[in-house]
């Protein structure tokens, strides 16, 4: 039997997913509909609170770009009827050789670790994204040549 909490942590669990999904494939206006017209997204150091300023940063990241999201150990940490507040890990996957790529492309570490803060908030039936944040935890350093090695 599905209770109220198991529905919203699988609909705003799905919300998290296709917004990421949405980031990673470029997918920017299907991504900005997944927010409330009056949002708030505090973005690499940016407040973004529309639509428009929204699309307009993201319209800033590099098409060569291939970045991949992936969300895990998602939680309720709050939840009403019509509002809940979500929790998730994120692991990006960031290559760009400043090329556009095709296949597979190898990297030897992920980019950072971050924790996801989202307040989700229904609109006419349907979960959206009223705020969201990603708090950095782990940056990832560099691949250091191994010793002995030249450097180039």
Known sequence: MS??????????????HQL???LDEAKYPQLVELF???CIWKRQGELLTSH?????????RPTTQRIRHVISNTFLS??????????????????DNGQQTVGAVTISRPFRLSVVHAKLEAVNG???????????????????????????
């Not at 209770?3 to 799905?14: I, R």
Request: glycine letters at 2%; zero cysteines.
């Open 20 to 22: 990421f999904y949405f």
């Open 36 to 38: 409330k017209p009056q």
């Open 126 to 152: 349907q979960w959206r994204v009223a705020e969201l944040d990603l708090v950095p935890e782990f940056e990832f350093a560099a691949d250091s040549a191994p010793a002995g090695a030249s450097q180039p």
């Open 78 to 95: 709050a939840s009403e009827p019509t509002r809940a507040s979500l929790t998730a890990y994120m692991t990006a996957y960031r290559f």
């Open 3 to 16: 209770t109220p909490q198991a529905s919203t942590l699988s609909a705003g669990t799905q919300l998290i």
């Open 52 to 60: 428009e300023q929204i699309l307009q940063a993201l319209s800033k």
